[in-house]
Nanobody, 125 residues
């Protein structure tokens, strides 16, 4: 399994970015997928995830209403659409996938064995 994350950058507060996570070496529709983020000195925290089968999508409270997680099976790509960005959204963002993810463990980074390389998002005030 290989994940290639991209799309990070510098944006002003209130702006938007779309991150991409392109997957290869896996049967795309058999994996749950998630976005995490991490700032120096803090633990990696979940931003949101998609459970599979079913495709149910969840995002955490601090991004709800601003972030969504579209997924394009034909392109084998998951996205993180980030709108109305805030300085506190500044972090390195990671995508992760794993088979057999269930809701109760989907927010735990230890659930996932496959990770993208991370992409930096910086939001200026």
């Amino acid at each position: 399994v290989q994940l290639q994350a991209s799309g990070g950058g510098l944006v002003q507060a209130g702006g938007s970015l779309r991150l991409s996570c392109a997957a290869s070496g896996m049967t795309f529709n058999r994996y749950g997928m998630a976005w995490f983020r991490q700032v120096p000195g803090k633990e990696r925290e979940v931003v949101g995830f998609i459970l599979w089968p079913g495709g149910s999508t969840y995002v955490t409270d601090f991004v709800r209403g601003r972030f969504t997680i579209p997924r394009d099976s034909a392109k084998r790509t998951m996205y993180l659409q980030m709108n109305n960005l805030k300085p506190e959204d500044t972090a390195v963002y990671y995508c992760a996938v794993q088979q057999g993810v269930i809701y109760s463990s989907a927010a735990n980074p230890a659930t996932y064995n496959h990770w993208g390389q991370g992409t930096q998002v910086t939001v200026s005030s």
